[in-house]
């Protein structure tokens, strides 16, 4: 309840301090010049005075509907037409605030004092930076004494949001922005989370839900989590995820890349439902080592679901909530660790907020209302060193950021689509409600490296600043029985020069579906195993990939039987030689796992080679291997009563001899069942 009582709290603290000042509207004045109805219109403003003086979003909002009823019947008040612009400075759309304060302000400019503040903040949001630079040095001058302490700061700040909007504007970036056929409703929407292959989105609605419950403070539905997928490239029509919502505020926050793990921040808490089966778990608050006192309200996940980085830092200060960006690590017990904070490079003295982890796992999109933001939220960008640090945020640039507040960016695997929320006031892209998710078509290299190309034209930009996500490939499939019946899986991915785990999933035991996305560069080993079933593994080479790709493997989990094998994929030696290259121990630890795991199976390893060379040269080399490889497992705690080795040379291929790609395929070591 605390936490919730700070967070009501800091939706309108801010506005009673930069908007709220006592003026109200004369009766006497506005019926002098108000024509038609004007019982019914003074009714309108007496409305619309109640909702303002309760200074919270929502009650800006009610009461600009009952103030532009007003308008209809007298444009001239200035008081109204101050209340009016006031009002729109506090919506999604501050925009057309512009009209009204310019009226008051050419007209009766001493109306109040903080009027050339509000209209500098007016032409602020309309990108007119110049002009908002003059009004905001006018407005110092008009600040009471006792008020200069707390808005001398804030109109600076406002000044350098206007110097950083003219910079940015300067070089704007190619990029297409598109409104989303069946997702947006006429009330708001947010928060777009995507899996790497652009083919599932869920995100948060305030649009009548199943409770049919408003929210007092801004006046709108609770909010509830929606999810769609693309079906013939359209986007279906969003399905409320009724087992994740209840009558309360619930907000999709954080999805991990494979699509199985949805965050989602309750009331200022982290939570986490799993997808099982088709279906989505009943949601589990993380622990109090992420939870805290204070509002932890975004989230996104590495890739091998052992780091996770979140927003968190509600403070009663009215000028910023300071929400910074930390991070907790689980162990191999599941345990999550104590949170720190990520970099005092990323974090700024301003909030944070709106975090997406790109699949390749290291470049983090956040919004932030400090670095060099030109106003509101801005996106920004930074990289994880190979040492750890973090890289100085850079603004993703106009038209994707603008004065006002741009958040919740989420890119898809290709690096070039992605989705965001903003409110767009345009005739080309017209807006369907309160806040909306647009698409956003990425032309310009400033994102993602894509290719050779495009890295050397980003380097040679005048920009010490330049950061290129690493193109990722989407490896997704299918994992299904002898009886193409779909099975649960574990799939492990392991960085075949470091042997690291890198990624570690399970295929739905529903559909038997996995999506695992990789940063291209590297050579990979893939692991499928499943008790009961034959061991699996496959080659992913990324080495020469520089682009994104999309890899569609489909795999079947054999039965143990005797005399059934299976090849190990990822076992590598120096030519001619029946030394182990290091880059094989990532799989032959997976063999040894799998071993232990089904202690009554005992194997013959099978070494084979290609057809260069002689005969006893290759099987006596191919029985070196194979011994090469048993040394390895009995090393690790095999019985060696459990394993024979054989060479069987170029004796049995399993590819044509006369190309490489098949001399390769038939260079292996295969792992025969002799006994179950």
């Not at 193109?471 to 994992?479: E, F, L, N, Q, T």
């Not at 520089?546 to 489909?554: A, L, M, P, R, S």
């Amino acid at each position: 309840m605390r936490k919730l009582v700070i967070l009501l709290f800091l939706i309108y603290a801010s506005s009673l301090l930069y908007s709220q000042i006592d003026i109200r509207i004369k009766k006497k004045d506005f019926l002098k010049n108000c024509s038609g109805n004007c019982s019914k219109a003074w009714q309108y403003v007496k409305n619309g005075e109640r909702y303002y003086f309760i200074g919270t979003k929502g009650s800006y909002q009610l009461a600009l509907q009952e103030y532009l009823k007003a308008y209809r019947y007298n444009n001239i008040n200035p008081v109204l037409n101050y209340k009016i612009g006031v009002c729109y400075l506090q919506s999604i759309n501050p925009k057309q605030s512009l009209f009204y304060l310019k009226k008051v302000y050419d007209t009766l400019p001493n109306i109040t004092w903080d009027l050339p503040l509000k209209l500098a903040m007016a032409y602020h949001s309309n990108e007119k930076f110049e002009k908002a630079i003059k009004l905001y040095e006018t407005a110092k001058k008009f600040i009471p004494e006792e008020k200069r302490q707390t808005y001398i700061p804030f109109i600076n700040k406002k000044i350098k949001e206007c110097k950083n909007g003219l910079q940015l504007i300067k070089n704007p970036k190619i990029i297409k922005i598109d409104t989303i056929e069946n997702i947006n409703s006429e009330y708001p929407d947010y928060h777009p989370l995507i899996t790497p292959d652009n083919k599932m989105l869920i995100f948060t609605s305030r649009r009548p839900n199943k409770t049919g419950t408003i929210d007092p403070v801004d006046g709108f539905y609770y909010e509830d989590v929606y999810m769609s997928t693309k079906e013939n490239g359209n986007w279906s029509y969003p399905k409320n995820l009724n087992t994740l919502n209840t009558s309360y505020h619930d907000a999709a926050v954080g999805l991990s890349l494979d699509g199985k793990t949805l965050i989602l921040s309750i009331n200022g808490d982290l939570y986490y439902s799993e997808y099982y089966s088709g279906k989505w778990t009943k949601p589990k608050p993380f622990p109090k080592t992420i939870n805290s006192e204070e509002a932890e309200t975004s989230a996104a996940l590495s890739p091998d679901g052992k780091t996770l980085y979140f927003t968190r830092g509600l403070t009663l200060n009215s000028f910023t909530s300071n929400a910074d960006i930390y991070y907790s690590t689980k162990d191999s017990l599941g345990n999550w660790s104590e949170a720190k904070p990520i970099s005092n490079v990323v974090n700024s003295p301003y909030d944070e907020n709106g975090l997406f982890m790109f699949a390749d796992g290291k470049t983090l999109y956040f919004s932030s209302k400090g670095h060099n933001s030109m106003g509101g939220y801005d996106i920004f960008m930074t990289r994880e060193n190979d040492d750890g640090t973090w890289s100085k945020p850079v603004n993703l640039g106009y038209p994707i950021n603008t004065p006002n507040d741009d958040i919740f960016f989420a890119m898809a695997g290709n690096g070039f689509t992605a989705y965001y929320s903003s409110y767009i006031d345009s005739s080309e892209i017209p807006n369907r409600g309160n806040l909306d998710i647009y698409k956003i078509t990425i032309y310009d290299n400033f994102i993602v490296q894509t290719t050779e190309d495009n890295l050397i034209a980003a380097i040679a930009q005048p920009t010490k600043e330049t950061i290129l996500a690493t193109p990722v490939a989407i490896i997704k499939g299918k994992i299904l029985d002898q009886n193409g019946l779909p099975i649960k899986a574990e799939i492990i991915i392991k960085d075949i020069n470091t042997g690291k785990i890198v990624y570690k999933t399970y295929s739905d035991p529903k559909t038997g579906e996995y999506l695992i996305s990789l940063p291209t560069g590297k050579n990979y080993a893939m692991t499928i195993s499943k008790q009961g079933y034959l061991f699996h593994s496959e080659n992913i080479n990324l080495i020469n990939e520089n682009k994104y790709t999309e890899v569609n493997k489909n795999m079947t989990l054999k039965n143990i039987n005797i005399n059934s094998t299976f090849t190990l994929k990822n076992i590598f030696f120096d030519f001619g030689s029946d030394k182990i290259r290091k880059t094989s121990y990532a799989e032959l630890n997976e063999v040894v796992k799998y071993l232990k795991q089904n202690p009554n199976i005992k194997i013959e390893i099978g070494g084979h080679t290609d057809n260069i060379g002689s005969e006893k040269f290759n099987k006596q080399l191919s029985l070196n291997r194979a011994r090469a490889v048993a040394a390895y497992l009995i090393n690790n705690g095999i019985s060696a009563d459990r394993i024979k080795t054989k060479g069987y040379g170029f004796s049995k291929p399993i590819a044509p001899n006369d190309t490489e790609e098949g001399r390769a395929k038939n260079r292996r070591v295969e792992l025969k069942i002799i006994q179950k």
